[in-house]
């Protein structure tokens, strides 16, 4: 399975952008990138996901990397509801999501 | 709330014995995936079926099954329970994955062996 690693950790300040770096050096063609976050206690919650164009919603942007081995999630202006451990998550052949370990986000008021 | 429904919320059992997750997926959701959260291993994806059939297999353990019905709830069912098997369990829905469009996970079930 391919995988993805990430930062443990990310420190931001409120209303500063954040961008959460993801590599993924052996995604394959067809694999999609998608972004999660959980926090304490509750199902992880669709953020945002690609496959080879940067993307943008209400919540976030992505920015994929030309080759596809990296990606970054850009969360334009944190608030305080944004500290949560964000997942970058590899989706494979339409099958099965691939979890990598997480960063945990902490904003400072 | 994401729409997928997970009962029991938390549940209680001893080493042993058998359980039955049960999850109803978003309206017109074909395909369930089942994940299993615990402190040391993360995320880890168990099984997938779509529309009533099994596409993919993750880390599920022979003791572990799941199934998904005509009317695509699924149930994924624990037997012989170690105290290892204590997690939060996840399903998740989505309505084509073959687009790669979004999955959408419900609040888990939290299984205590004891």
């Known amino acids: 399975d391919a995988k993805t690693t990430q930062p443990n950790s990310m420190e931001s300040n409120e209303e500063e952008p954040v961008h959460l770096p993801c590599n993924h050096s052996?995604?394959?063609?067809?694999?999609?990138i998608h972004w999660y976050r959980q926090l304490p206690s509750q199902g992880p919650e669709y953020v945002i996901h690609?496959?080879?164009s940067n993307v943008n919603n209400r919540m976030a942007s992505l920015a994929i990397a030309e080759d596809r081995k990296s990606s970054t999630l850009i969360l334009h202006r944190a608030t305080l509801r944004d500290a949560a451990v964000y997942y970058c998550?590899?989706?494979?052949?339409?099958?099965?999501?691939?979890f990598g370990q997480g960063t945990r986000l902490t904003i400072n008021p | 709330d994401s729409g997928v429904t997970q009962t029991p919320k938390h549940l209680i059992t001893a080493t042993g014995q058998r359980v039955t997750l049960r999850c109803s997926p978003r309206?017109?959701?074909?395909?369930v995936y089942w994940y299993q959260q615990s402190l040391d291993q993360g995320l880890q994806f168990l099984i997938q079926?779509?529309?009533?059939?099994?596409?993919a297999k993750g880390n599920i353990l022979e003791r572990f099954s799941a199934q998904q019905f005509p009317d695509l709830h699924s149930e994924l069912n624990l037997s012989s329970l170690e105290l290892g098997d204590s997690a939060l369990y996840f399903c998740?829905?989505?309505?084509?994955?073959?687009?790669?469009?979004?999955?959408?996970f419900g609040e888990g079930s939290w299984l205590t062996v004891v």
């Open positions: 998740a829905s989505s309505e084509d994955p073959f687009s790669g469009n979004t999955i959408y």
């Open positions: 052996t995604i394959s063609g067809t694999d999609y």
């Open positions: 690609g496959l080879t």
């Open positions: 998550s590899l989706l494979q052949g339409a099958q099965k999501l691939v």
């Open positions: 309206s017109g959701d074909l395909s």
């Open positions: 079926y779509y529309n009533g059939e099994e596409r």
